[in-house]
């Protein structure tokens, strides 16, 4: 199947600073990503559906000045965490594929 | 609007043996994916398998397989033959036929005794 790599892989910063996070389609293209996030023993929660060349659309409850969307080219979107609070601690996942979903590896962030 | 409901939080089978995850889903599309998805406790989603919804045949890849009953809105998996590595997080999952973000259940936490 195809894959979808995600970077960092696990992240610490400080309350008050931004962390951005990356999703890769590696050997295809994606127009639209989709970014979760996951709480422990939970399911993922859809955050946004990341549209490129165009704004992201934010679920109900998303802050979209908190996280910040780019999706600036066929095979790279980026999550933004602005300002962020130990309570934005958690797992983020990106997705990809338009009938079967490619997931990237995750990223546990921790703020402290 | 569409939705996924696994009513089974977590699940219990002894290794060689068989266990049945369940879900159900509502939709008034006709046409759709169903898939179910593994969480190891490495975080890594992993496809199990998939069902198109205008196929009538149930789906199969080893020793998975699933229980597709539209008019019943049903998809369960059937674990054959447990194995150790099977204990995950199991999640089923729905998808528009034209794409689309992903709708999700609440997930069953699958343990396998040896």
């Known amino acids: 199947g195809a894959v979808v790599s995600q970077h960092p892989s696990r992240v610490i910063c400080k309350s008050g600073t931004s962390v951005k996070i990356e999703c890769r389609s590696l050997?295809?293209?994606?127009?639209?990503m989709f970014w979760y996030r996951q709480f422990p023993k939970q399911s993922l929660m859809l955050m946004a559906t990341?549209?490129?060349?165009?704004?992201?659309?934010?679920e109900q409850g998303v802050e979209k000045d908190k996280f910040l969307i780019n999706h600036a080219s066929l095979t790279l979107s980026t999550l933004t965490v602005t300002s962020a609070h130990p309570e934005d601690s958690s797992f983020y996942i990106c997705?990809?594929?338009?009938?079967?979903?490619?997931f990237g590896q995750g990223t546990r962030l921790t703020v402290v | 609007a569409q939705t996924v409901t696994q009513s089974q939080p977590e699940m219990s089978v002894q290794e060689a043996e068989t266990v049945t995850l369940s879900c159900t889903y509502d939709?008034?599309?006709?046409?759709?994916?169903l898939f179910w998805y593994k969480q190891p406790p490495s975080r890594q989603m992993i496809l199990v398998i998939r069902?198109?919804?205008?196929?009538?045949q149930n789906a199969t890849e080893n020793r998975f397989s699933v229980n597709f009953q539209k008019a019943a809105k049903s998809f369960s998996l059937k674990i054959s033959d447990s194995q150790l590595g099977d204990a995950a997080m199991y999640f089923c999952?729905?998808?528009?036929?034209?794409?689309?973000?992903?709708?999700f259940g609440q997930g069953t936490e699958l343990s396998v005794k040896p």
């Open positions: 069902q198109e919804a205008y196929k009538q």
């Open positions: 997705s990809a594929g338009d009938t079967e979903a490619f």
């Open positions: 939709t008034s599309e006709s046409d759709y994916y």
């Open positions: 050997d295809f293209q994606a127009t639209t």
């Open positions: 990341s549209n490129e060349g165009s704004k992201a659309t934010y």
């Open positions: 999952a729905y998808r528009p036929y034209l794409g689309g973000k992903l709708i």
